[in-house]
C-alpha cells in the first residue's frame, strides 16, 4: 500500500518529468497537490513559485516566495530569506511588503523588545508548520547578527535589497583572484567556498566557509586588492554587495554612512586581532577605541612606508605582503611578513623612525593612529610584547651596524 510519501515522491518525479516535456500547467497541478500535501517541503515550494512565473502567474509565485522567507527567517536562515527576498523584488518590484517586513526582523532595533517572530504577517509564516511552542526558533533567541544587515534601520534595508545581486557558482569557479582590485563583498547564501593563497611551495588553504558568512568586506572598506583567491568547492549561491550600491544608499539614507563607518572598523578590528594576536588581551573599551583610530593603506613594490630618521605617524601591522627594512648605510635587516608590527621602538621611547621600511612586495599595512596606540601600552601584554620586540630589533640593528 503506497503511503504518503510514496505519493509525494511519485508527484514530484511526474512534475519534474512534465517540466522537462515542457508541460508546465500540468507540473503547476502535481506540485500544488504536493505542497498541499507537504506543506513543510520547501524544494517544492520554490520549484511551484519558478514555474508560476514562468506562466506568468506572478501574483501566486510572490505569495509562496514570500512563505519561503519567513520560513528560512524563522529557522534562522537569514541570508536565505534576503536572497529569496531579493527574488521578490524581480518578479514584482511595486511589492515591497517581505521585504519590509523582513527588514523589521533582521534589521537594527530595540534589543528589548519581544520575540521578533510575531513581527512576520502571517502570509509568511501560515504556510508552513508552526514551531512548537516548546521549541523556540532559533531566531526567537538570539537573531545572528548579520554582518551589515543586522545594522540598518528597516527603510535603508528595504531599500538597499534590490540593489543586491545574486550569483550562482559552480563548483571549481573562481570567485575572486589574490592581487585583483576589489569593489564587492559576497554572502554565501548556499554551498561552500573555499579561501586559499600561493606560495612558493604551492596553493594553501586558509579556510572553507559555508552558508551564512561573508568574504571580501576589506574591498568595501578600504582601497586595497584582493587578499587571497576564493574558489567554490560545491555549487552554490552568492549575494553580492557592490561598493557603488551602498553609496547609492547613502545618498537615499544619509544615517547608513555611520552604519558603514562601524563596519568599516570592525572589520580592521578583526584583521588586527587576527594578524597580531598581542591585542587580544586589550580590553572591549579600549578596542572601541582602537576600532576608530586605525586605517588601511596599501603599497606597491618598492614604496616607501617609514622613512628612517622621520616621526612615525603610528604603529603598523602588515596584513598582507612583506616589507623589508633598511638602516643607515644600507644594510638590509631581516624582513616583515604578515602579522609583523614595526613602529614600536619610536612609540615606546618617543624618537622618529630607526629604519626604513619599503614594500618588498605588493603589501596592506594597518595603521593604529601614535596617541591611540600609545594607550595601548598601559596593558601590560602589549607592553611586554612590544617592548621585547624593540630591544630584538635594537640588538639586531646594533649587530648588522658592528658587521657593516
Same mark, same amino acid.
Given at each position: 500500500m503506497a503511503t504518503l510519501a510514496d505519493e509525494i515522491r511519485t508527484r514530484k518525479d511526474r512534475a519534474i518529468d512534465l517540466l522537462g516535456r515542457g508541460k508546465r500547467e500540468a507540473a503547476i497541478v502535481e506540485l500544488e497537490r504536493v505542497v498541499a500535501l507537504a506543506p513543510d517541503d520547501v524544494f517544492a515550494r520554490q520549484k511551484l513559485a519558478d514555474v508560476l512565473v514562468r506562466v506568468g502567474r506572478k501574483a501566486d509565485a510572490v505569495t509562496h516566495y514570500s512563505a519561503l522567507v519567513g520560513r528560512w527567517a524563522a529557522e534562522g536562515h537569514h541570508l536565505k530569506a534576503i536572497a529569496m527576498a531579493h527574488v521578490i523584488l524581480q518578479v514584482d518590484p511595486l511589492?515591497?511588503?517581505?521585504? /519590509?517586513?523582513?527588514?523589521?526582523?533582521?534589521?537594527?532595533?530595540?534589543?528589548?523588545?519581544?520575540?521578533?517572530?510575531?513581527?512576520?504577517?502571517?502570509?509568511?509564516t501560515a504556510a508552513f508548520t508552526q514551531p512548537s511552542p516548546a521549541e523556540p526558533p532559533p531566531v526567537d533567541a538570539a537573531l545572528a547578527k548579520i554582518p551589515l544587515?543586522?545594522?540598518l534601520d528597516p527603510a535603508s534595508f $528595504?531599500?538597499?535589497?534590490?540593489?543586491? +545581486?545574486?550569483?550562482?557558482?559552480?563548483?571549481?569557479?573562481?570567485?575572486?583572484?589574490?592581487?585583483?582590485?576589489?569593489?564587492?563583498? &559576497?554572502?554565501?547564501?548556499?554551498?561552500?567556498?573555499?579561501?586559499?593563497?600561493?606560495?612558493?611551495?604551492?596553493?594553501?588553504?586558509?579556510?572553507?566557509?559555508?552558508?551564512?558568512?561573508?568574504?571580501?568586506?576589506?574591498?568595501?572598506?578600504?582601497?586595497?586588492?584582493?587578499?587571497a583567491d576564493v574558489v567554490a568547492v560545491t555549487e552554490g549561491e552568492?549575494?553580492?554587495? /557592490?561598493?557603488?550600491?551602498?553609496?547609492?544608499?547613502?545618498a537615499l539614507h544619509p544615517p547608513v554612512r555611520e552604519v558603514l563607518l562601524r563596519f568599516h572598523q570592525a572589520r580592521l578590528l578583526t584583521n588586527l586581532l587576527r594578524a597580531a594576536p598581542m591585542f587580544?588581551?586589550?580590553?572591549?573599551?579600549?578596542?572601541? /577605541?582602537?576600532?576608530?583610530?586605525?586605517?588601511?593603506?596599501? &603599497?606597491?613594490?618598492?614604496?616607501?612606508?617609514?622613512?628612517?630618521?622621520?616621526?612615525?605617524?603610528?604603529?603598523? $601591522?602588515?596584513? /598582507?605582503g612583506a616589507c623589508e627594512v633598511e638602516h643607515t648605510g644600507g644594510a638590509q635587516l631581516?624582513?616583515?611578513?604578515?602579522?609583523?608590527?614595526?613602529?614600536?621602538?619610536?612609540?615606546?621611547? +618617543?624618537?622618529?623612525?630607526t629604519a626604513t621600511v619599503r614594500a618588498a612586495s605588493p603589501a596592506v599595512v594597518l595603521v593604529i593612529e601614535r596617541t591611540v596606540a600609545k594607550a595601548l601600552l598601559q596593558h601590560e601584554p602589549v607592553l611586554v610584547a612590544l617592548s621585547a620586540l624593540g630591544r630584538q630589533r635594537l640588538e639586531r640593528t646594533r649587530r648588522f651596524s658592528a658587521v657593516v
Open positions: 511589492h515591497v511588503e517581505t521585504q /519590509r517586513a523582513l527588514g523589521q526582523l533582521l534589521g537594527r532595533r530595540d534589543s528589548n523588545a519581544p520575540s521578533a517572530l510575531p513581527t512576520l504577517p502571517k502570509s509568511m544587515f543586522s545594522d $528595504v531599500d538597499l535589497l534590490p540593489r543586491l +545581486e545574486r550569483r550562482a557558482v559552480q563548483e571549481g569557479e573562481i570567485i575572486v583572484s589574490e592581487g585583483d582590485p576589489g569593489d564587492a563583498m &559576497f554572502a554565501v547564501v548556499r554551498g561552500t567556498v573555499r579561501v586559499q593563497r600561493c606560495f612558493d611551495d604551492g596553493v594553501r588553504k586558509i579556510a572553507d566557509m559555508g552558508e551564512g558568512t561573508f568574504f571580501g568586506e576589506m574591498a568595501l572598506v578600504a582601497d586595497v586588492p584582493r587578499f552568492l549575494l553580492v554587495i /557592490r561598493r557603488g550600491a551602498l553609496e547609492e544608499l547613502v587580544v588581551s586589550v580590553p572591549e573599551a579600549d578596542r572601541q /577605541r582602537l576600532m576608530g583610530a586605525t586605517t588601511v593603506r596599501s &603599497f606597491q613594490t618598492g614604496d616607501e612606508i617609514v622613512r628612517q630618521g622621520a616621526p612615525v605617524e603610528g604603529l603598523h $601591522v602588515v596584513l /598582507r631581516p624582513p616583515m611578513d604578515e602579522g609583523d608590527v614595526f613602529g614600536e621602538i619610536a612609540l615606546i621611547a +618617543e624618537a622618529h623612525a
